[in-house]
């Protein structure tokens, strides 16, 4: 994909300027000495522990703590369960494929450009300025939701207050060092993976009947698996797809590793820990501890809690149920952290593919793109005080919807980069064992993802067509479908302004272009002993 200054002609990523030399080392298997390419004004500050911790907590938040409740009174304890299963057979999938082209192009907006670089310019500009929405929506989704969890303890303080309150905490985080919000993010991280285990533990203890309610084991389950039939399991899949988005940020975070090579396939490898710790088990423990028909649920009747918070309460444990709040509390400003990181990142990508004023390119002397950040900001802030005059349900349910429809066109883009990725690899003379890191689920990963972000695109055209519980409505099918049809213009008007084919040439695209090259690898002696039993059972795990 070649450089053009014209109107008409696609953009294409604007390198470190050192291409040249990257394409001749590259052709005559030249040997580094050094780590070079895919440079930046942004500093490579992070290193394998932030990106692995981002990679283990950073997309748990109020989708999983708080949207569980709305997706077990829509869908049942099996609903449920079986929407995680599905979604995380997603993720995984795309984790994947993230992880293999995040090696080879550690990019600022990563997917956005390389769906420019390898699918097409059209679908990169609508990929990325719909997903720069969809950060700005999670920040106020995530302030919505810090509001919500306040309500357990007090509703004394308007709600504009608290918003403005955690509106400037997120700010802060953001505007320091990338170090300082690497850290922060590590906390936080270590945070919600040390509490699933005492939630996994205390709700089991819970349900076999340590609570004041005695024993319930699989009661729901055999009582109302499904409250609402299919269709009610259809529509727990937005939530769940909600509650998994932003696990892609990884991608985002190795434009700013220092190196990806190693810490990438890290985190790509904990992926399975989140999966299986907070999304599977975790959903397990709420269906066999709390009542779909509960009226507390989030988005009922009652106070509107978390499905965790009112297990711990009803079960008459109070402590648990605070600091569960505590944790949540923290979840979802963590959560509406890095979407202010991910909005600024992916604004500057866009800028490299002169999607984006040129001004978005830059940042300051300790990384930080202020020109991403600034907008990111004033939108998401903004958005937040809807709930002001709006019941918090209400909000997270369009907010998740068009977050959910955005978060499926971003890793379908991510899975069909991956595929012509590897297309282009194959078809310019290039093998597998070039690459820094491979994918062992390639080709079946990235096709089962592509198909599964089709499959529910429709089915939440049928959804917003025929909702769960109401009418068919103008109104409804607009306030949940109304992403796609964004992205459809973004993607058409973009269509008409660049014109070309619509598929970006894989003989012909540059495949050095914005890559990462790696110095040679010194074989280090092997470690024995305590320390190497440990290393290797860390490794197993992680990899």
Known sequence: ??????????????????????????????????DHGADTELKRSLS?????????????????????????????????????????SMIWCVSHSIGEMACVYPLPSAFVQWT?????????????????????????????????????????????????IWFVVIVLI?????????????????????????????????????????PVGFRYWNEMPFTHGFKGFLSVMPTCIFAMSGSENSGLVAAETSNPRKSIPRAVGSIWLRLSLFYLIGSLMITINVSPTNEDLFGGEGTNASPFVI????????????????????????TGSISGYG???????????????????????????WYGLVPTFILGGGLAYLNVSESGSDVFGWFSNLTSLFTLFGWGMICLSHIRFRYAWARQGRTPEELPWKSWIYPIGPWWGLIMCILLIIVQFYLSVWPLGEAPSAENFFANYISLILIV??????????????????????????????????EKAKVTGVKGVAKSVIGAILN
Not at 142 to 147: C, G, I, P, V, W
Not at 175 to 183: C, D, L, P
Not at 313 to 333: C, K, T, W
């Open 1 to 34: 994909m070649e450089v053009s200054d014209s109107q008409s002609g696609p953009p294409a990523y604007q390198g470190s300027g050192d291409d040249a030399h990257e394409k001749r080392a590259s052709i005559t298997g030249g040997i580094y000495d050094t």
């Open 48 to 88: 394998t522990r932030h990106l692995t911790m981002i990679a283990l907590g950073s997309s748990i938040g109020m989708g999983l703590w708080l949207g569980s409740g709305l997706s077990l009174a829509s869908g049942g304890p099996a609903g449920i369960f079986l929407g995680y299963c599905l979604a995380g």
């Open 116 to 164: 420019g670089k390898f699918v097409d310019p059209s679908a990169a500009f609508a990929l990325g300025w719909s997903y720069w929405f969809s950060y700005c929506i999670t920040i106020a989704n995530e302030l919505q939701s810090a509001n919500t969890v306040i309500k357990f303890w007090t509703s004394a303080v308007p709600i504009a207050a608290w918003i403005s």
């Open 174 to 214: 953001n505007i320091g060092a990338v170090t300082v919000f690497g850290e922060i993010e590590v906390v936080a991280s270590t945070i919600k993976f040390s509490w699933i285990f005492v939630v996994i533990i205390s709700m089991i203890v819970m349900s076999a009947g340590g609570a004041g309610y005695g």
């Open 311 to 334: 297990a711990y309460r009803d079960a008459g444990i109070p402590v648990l149920a605070h600091m569960m709040n505590a944790v949540i509390l923290i979840s979802v400003i963590s």
């Open 343 to 369: 909005g600024s990142r992916t604004t500057m990508g866009l800028a490299y593919l002169n999607m984006a004023p040129k001004v978005m390119k830059k940042a300051d002397k300790t990384g930080r793109p």
């Open 489 to 522: 213009v973004l993607w058409l008007g973009a269509r008409v302004y660049y014109r070309g084919s619509w598929w970006v040439d894989l003989d012909t695209v540059d495949l050095d272009e914005g890559r990462r090259f790696y110095k040679a690898d010194i």
